[in-house]
Structures are given as C-alpha cells and as structure tokens.
C-alpha cells in the first residue's frame, strides 16, 4: 500500500450505518484493544486528510469518579456532577499505518 502524506485534517462524525461498520474493521484491524465495544455514550469519527481516512476516532463518557483526577482538577462532589457531562474519554485513536 503507498504511504499517505498528511494535508489538511478535517474530523467529522459518522453518518451512516456503512461508516460506523468501516470504522468497526479498521479498529479491529488496527487498534490494540480491537473492537470492544465503547463504554456508555459514545461518539465515533474519522479524521480524513485530501479526502482519505487517516484515523478512526472514539470518544465515551468519562468515568464518574477517579479520585487523582478529582483532586488535581479540585473538584467537589458537586462540581463533578455539574462539570462531568463536559468531560470526555478518547476510548480509541489510530492513526492508520499508510500514513507518514
């Protein structure tokens, strides 16, 4: 396969039902975790560059408590609970091995 070179990046969510399953296979061929399924609500997406696709992106919610985050964040209990729908997990990111 030739090598990509990067131009301009553009990230877009998926919207069919045929991407979502492209994005299935390259996570599975490409990604170390394979493709488990993502935890809670999750949002899918390609970054494509010159109109090709240069990596499967996947964000899922941020886990509800971790205590290390909390204190360096200085959240209180209640400023979690205000903050943590703002607060995402990138669950998966691979760059596809064409790319240089």
Excluded at 6 to 23: C, F, I, M
Excluded at 72 to 77: A, L
Aim: proline share 7%.
């Amino acid at each position: 396969m030739r090598a990509v070179h990067l131009a301009e990046l553009t990230v877009e969510p998926l919207a069919e039902k045929a991407e979502s399953l492209r994005w299935n296979v390259y996570i599975e061929c490409h990604h170390d975790l394979g493709d488990q399924p993502l935890p809670g609500t999750q949002m899918r997406q390609f970054a494509r560059s010159a109109g090709q696709i240069a990596a499967p992106l996947g964000f899922g919610a941020s886990a509800c408590k971790t205590r290390p985050r909390d204190a360096t964040i200085g959240w209180s209990h209640e400023r979690r609970q205000r903050s943590l729908p703002l607060v995402v997990d990138n669950a998966r990111f691979r760059i596809l091995p064409r790319i240089r």
